[in-house]
């Protein structure tokens, strides 16, 4: 009997990958060999550095987004997120039933002024082409990468007697965040010139309101069916558990934390900077001024709908997905895609987490997958070799409330078992 691809060794799925023409093979080595990093990569990403700690790596392999197959890594230390994008994208065609709507790549910084006189903004709008000319002179490469100044807005200030500038950019294939600090602490004093203020601060803002991905959807309701229950019922439930989660923030706040789970991981696995992706989705949960959902899904004829709206500030050069080995090795797996690209991949991860999340909720519950999941972590706490894990989660998921004392005991069995089998072997 063929296993799944989870139920196979680490090993056996690098193989298979190697086979399917996805890893070559010195990327199934370096995967394998789980070298640490060296101390140069350790001090020139960190402070005060005394170590190093490991995150597994799982693959989501088969995913079809805008029509170019994806083997999506995750980095995470829970098992259900990686098996809910699993089953979310196999509720989706493997990613077929998934539209691209809209995606940017841009962000937006912040200068500051105060004790500015009352004809301040009318000098500021005045300077915009100037202001503009020492933007670029502080990143003379940024054209040439892509990028560009797309906007400098005169804006009124957070406080009395102050003004800002609200700058936008499109930092090519990088994340952007030094290429705007860098744009921002040029502009500054220039602007404070002009208007005869103090500048406060000038920094880019992780509010990303101005430049998101929005992917949707669209999936037969037979999809969804269970054997106790029907694709329709399950479906116009998913649809009530999501509208919940457009008034009532206690529950949206759970909602977009499943989102995130996937998005994260794959931020995270990229070498992306998982604080920033985190901060600007939640931020846009809460722009019209209550805090909701980030996707929405509706019922409609024999389809269920879902589409899912957020800044995804994330990079495909330069910082962590440099320096990291293991960054650019999974991006590699990814196909190099371009930030666009990634943007797409991971909404299209976040709406897959959330589907099989609120499939899971209208259904059996949360907890039996979950905790399924959860029973080879159990194993390995009381001491099951990797052979082990398998069989022994196995036994876990049969018991109603397991322990550790419970696995302790039937780990002693299984080895008892397998001792008494090799010697009348």
Not at 66 to 91: D, Q, W
Not at 144 to 161: F, W, Y
Request: overall charge neutral.
């Amino acid at each position: 009997m063929t296993k799944k691809f989870w139920q196979l060794t680490p090993a056996e799925r690098q193989a298979l990958l190697v086979d399917q023409g996805i890893l070559s093979v010195d990327q199934a080595q370096f995967w394998s060999a789980q070298q640490p990093l060296p101390e140069t990569v350790l001090t020139g990403l960190s402070e005060n550095v005394i170590g190093q700690m490991s995150l597994p790596v799982g693959v989501v392999p088969g995913v079809v987004i805008a029509g170019t197959p994806r083997t999506i890594p995750l980095a995470t230390e829970e098992p259900s997120v990686v098996a809910a994008i699993n089953h979310g994208f196999k509720m989706l065609d493997q990613g077929r039933d998934l539209t691209i709507i809209a995606n940017a790549h841009a962000l937006t910084g912040q200068v500051a002024l105060q004790n500015v006189s009352a004809y301040a903004a009318q000098e500021l709008q005045a300077n915009l082409s100037r202001l503009t000319a020492i933007g670029y002179a502080a990143h003379p490469t940024l054209k040439s990468h892509g990028g560009r100044i797309e906007r400098i807005t005169v804006a009124p200030g957070a406080v009395d007697d102050s003004l800002q500038l609200l700058v936008t950019v499109t930092p090519g294939e990088a994340m952007g965040a030094n290429i705007m600090n860098d744009i921002l602490e040029a502009v500054a004093p220039a602007a404070a010139e002009v208007t005869g203020g103090a500048v406060l601060f000038a920094v880019l803002t992780n509010d990303g309101r101005d430049s998101v991905t929005q992917v949707q959807a669209a999936l037969p309701l037979a999809n969804l069916q269970t054997p106790s229950h029907s694709g329709r019922t399950v479906g116009q439930r998913i649809a009530a558990i999501a509208d919940w989660a457009q008034q009532d923030s206690r529950r949206a706040v759970t909602h977009n934390k499943g989102i995130m789970n996937g998005v994260a991981a794959l931020a995270l696995a990229t070498g992306n900077d998982t604080r920033a992706v985190n901060a600007a989705a939640h931020a846009y949960a809460a722009s019209s001024g209550t805090y909701r959902g980030l996707s929405i899904w509706r019922v409609q004829d024999d389809t269920l709908v879902g589409t899912i709206t957020l800044p995804i500030p994330v990079g495909t050069v330069g910082g962590a997905t440099k320096v990291l080995p293991s960054a650019q090795q999974a991006l590699t797996l990814l196909g190099r895609p371009t930030v666009l690209q990634l943007q797409a991949i991971a909404a299209s991860v976040g709406l897959a987490a959330n589907l099989a999340a609120l499939h899971a909720l209208v259904t059996d519950g949360i907890q039996r997958g979950h905790m399924r999941l959860q029973y080879g972590s159990l194993a390995v706490r009381v001491g099951a070799t990797a052979a082990e894990i398998a069989p022994l989660a196995a036994q876990l998921a049969t018991v109603g409330r397991p322990s550790e004392a419970l696995a302790q005991q039937l780990l002693a069995q299984l080895r008892a078992k397998e001792k008494d089998h090799g010697h009348r072997d």
